[in-house]
């Protein structure tokens, strides 16, 4: 497992796997980068340092239908989140949808360009400002083939806002460090078809590791528990 390495100070942008540039909170998700299927660990970890949300709390999300064109599309799509958080089985933290008009720690938006194809956007566990922490479900998402496994691509996602990075971090991408064992399965890796995403019982096993440890310091990287922020969404 890779964890996150992360710095409220610093916005300074990176290339993504998409090869996309996005901001040291955010991470966009499209194609894998060549040789990603040799990675095995889950990862934490960014910019110098790995944050998680508190222990045992509730990350409440606002889905915001509104910016669906097709009420029954949003409809399908917020049931497919609501799936795709059963996946990690309330591990580290629990996943709850906010109702209209309350406040939540993150938003759920559709928006049609992300910029090189990808499937969707989101952050790592954060207090910065509130449009910080934006799940963004985009246009090929919602495509065939992609549509079918859509709760898989946002498992995956929702493994970012956990705090956790690509399996192949350490190779691709900047600041990471290994948690747990040997994963090539895992739902954080970059997978050449979609259904093989999915979250593995050894994803659940390092995620609980990693929000149960009191350790205060991992590889020389300080941990910081962070209690979610929470924020009325429009």
């Given amino acids: 497992m890779d964890v996150t390495r992360y710095t409220r100070t610093r916005t300074e942008s990176r290339s993504a796997t998409t090869g996309l540039q996005?901001?040291?909170?955010?991470?966009?998700?499209?194609?894998?980068?060549?040789?990603?299927?040799?990675?095995?660990?889950?990862?934490?970890?960014?910019?110098?340092?790995?944050?998680r949300w508190v222990p045992g709390s509730t990350v409440r999300y606002v889905f915001c239908a509104k910016t669906f064109s097709d009420p029954n599309l949003a409809a399908f799509v917020s049931a497919k989140l609501f799936k795709a958080a059963l996946m990690w089985k309330n591990k580290g933290v629990t996943f709850e949808?906010?109702?209209?008009?309350?406040?939540?720690?993150f938003k759920v938006v559709y928006l049609e360009d992300g910029g090189i194809n990808p499937l969707a956007s989101s952050f790592f566990p954060n207090r910065g400002p509130a449009e910080a922490r934006t799940l963004c479900i985009y246009q090929a998402a919602l495509a065939q083939p992609h549509i079918k496994y859509l709760a898989n691509v946002l498992a995956h996602e929702l493994g970012h806002i956990l705090g956790l990075r690509h399996e192949f971090?350490?190779?691709?991408?900047?600041?990471?460090?290994?948690?747990?064992?040997?994963?090539?399965?895992?739902?954080?890796?970059?997978?050449?078809?979609?259904r093989r995403y999915r979250v593995q019982k050894q994803d659940l096993v390092d995620l609980?590791?990693?929000?149960?440890?009191?350790?205060?310091?991992?590889?020389?990287?300080?941990?910081?528990?962070?209690?979610?922020?929470?924020?009325l969404y429009d």
């Avoid at 949808?97 to 720690?105: D, L, N, S």
């Avoid at 691709?172 to 890796?189: H, I, K, P």
């Avoid at 609980?208 to 924020?231: A, D, N, Q, V």
């Fill in 22 to 51: 996005a901001s040291s909170w955010c991470h966009q998700c499209g194609s894998p980068p060549p040789g990603s299927q040799n990675s095995t660990h889950l990862r934490v970890g960014i910019d110098s340092s790995i944050p």
């Fill in 169 to 194: 971090a350490g190779l691709f991408e900047a600041d990471s460090v290994r948690w747990g064992r040997s994963n090539r399965d895992s739902v954080m890796n970059y997978h050449a078809k979609l």
């Fill in 97 to 105: 949808h906010a109702r209209p008009g309350h406040e939540a720690t």
């Fill in 208 to 231: 609980e590791s990693f929000y149960s440890s009191t350790k205060t310091k991992h590889r020389g990287l300080p941990i910081y528990t962070l209690h979610p922020p929470t924020y």
